[in-house]
């Protein structure tokens, strides 16, 4: 019986995040009648303190002997784990919503990265408002939080790099009770040439956008381009269950509504299971669950880690957001979707790109080689 340890984050942004991604492995499992394994279950505050992640990971090793360790955090902490784990000869699997660049992955082993790809999905829809109508400038707008995170930059990039200018950029109080976008409002009022505004917000920040700014997108007929974040409908503790938006493009790696037979399945069990709606972060969960199904199965006849790894590599696995593979830098990969939302978050699917392994090396290509400051908090986590 293969024992499981998941460390998980706490967050009084999203305060269900680990709940959430709990709820979705085990639904998983139970969905698919595999009962043969053992969860253990520990908390790392934000993860954001490296020697207590440490710690906690060392003891799932030696105390509970785990075969694997899922650990709800930012990737660089592989730079510390990894050699634990390749000392132990077991698997650390690392998952987060993907908000900073993939890091290097060239010395490490025994890892795999498990993300919502948020860094690329920005940097796709940093390049679709380049080409889109209404001219080759825009606003860029973010939280204190959400804009110490690398899927601005990568947004922000891509635009720029695509024939685009930004003309003015705009960051708003993290807290609600401080959150004020007069500034903003007053450029475009005084711009009206500029008439793109990309978005990078989350929870009640995204919630309070939406509010405040609805108004002036009606009136100046603005057009909205957002992070993932902009399309999560998690009610959370937030004053409506929805935001009201007249319209708003950006790709995201799930919505609900995907029209598949493992995204059915996993909406209809989920809620008969749990008793609500699932979101991001059960998604996760549940995606977590397939990919060590498989990891399990491959590794009873690998001769070690590495190589059940390796045999898992560019496999492809049938997931609620689509096909998704682990490809050579050990990154699981799915498709992107463009979508389109109006009035109470209403949101349809207008592209899809199956593949975005050459997206993915355009984005890579233009990371900055220079360093550059980002929250060290798991993302959400605040």
């Not at 930059?153 to 003015?168: C, D, P, R, T, Y």
């Not at 992070?227 to 503790?237: L, Q, R, V």
């Amino acid at each position: 019986m293969p024992t499981i340890g998941i460390l998980l984050p706490g967050s009084t942004l999203y305060p269900s995040i680990g709940i959430d991604f709990l709820q979705g492995i085990r639904s998983c499992y139970n969905f698919h009648e595999y009962n043969d394994f053992d969860i253990q279950v520990s908390t790392i505050g934000f993860g954001l303190k490296d020697d207590e992640i440490y710690k906690e990971a060392e003891k799932f090793l030696l105390v509970n002997n785990a075969d694997v360790v899922v650990l709800y955090a930012e990737d660089y902490h592989a730079n510390k784990l990894s050699p634990l784990f390749a000392a132990a000869g077991k698997l650390l699997m690392i998952c987060n919503p993907g908000a900073n660049y993939p890091i290097a992955t060239g010395n490490i082993t025994h890892t795999i990265f498990h993300s919502f790809n948020d860094c690329l999905c920005t940097f796709l829809t940093g390049k679709y408002c380049t080409g889109e109508v209404g001219g080759h400038e825009a606003i860029l707008a973010t939280s204190f939080f959400d804009g110490g995170y690398r899927h601005f930059h990568a947004m922000n990039n891509a635009f720029v790099l695509s024939g685009g200018e930004i003309k003015h950029n705009f960051v708003s109080h993290y807290k609600k009770e401080e959150f004020n976008t007069e500034a903003l409002a007053a450029f475009i009022k005084d711009n009206p040439t500029t008439r793109k505004l990309m978005a990078v917000f989350s929870g009640d920040m995204a919630r309070y956008f939406y509010k405040k700014m609805e108004p002036v997108q009606k009136e100046f007929n603005l057009q909205w381009y957002g992070s993932p974040m902009m399309f999560d409908c998690t009610a959370g503790d937030f004053e409506e269950p929805k935001p009201f938006v007249q319209n708003i493009s950006g790709y995201t790696s799930w919505v609900p509504l995907l029209d598949n037979e493992s995204n059915r399945e996993f909406n209809h069990f989920y809620i008969e299971k749990n008793g609500k709606d699932p979101n991001l972060f059960s998604m996760q969960g549940w995606e977590n669950g397939l990919l060590l199904m498989e990891y399990f199965k491959h590794r009873k006849d690998a001769i070690n880690t590495e190589s059940a790894i390796n045999q898992l590599k560019h496999k492809k696995i049938c997931s609620p957001r689509g096909s998704i593979v682990i490809n050579d830098d050990r990154l699981v990969l799915g498709p992107a979707y463009l979508v389109h939302a109006t009035n109470n978050l209403d949101i349809t699917v207008e592209e899809t790109i199956t593949d975005v392994s050459m997206a993915l090396s355009e984005m890579i290509a233009q990371i900055p080689e220079t360093e550059f400051s980002a929250w060290r908090n798991t993302y959400l986590c605040i």
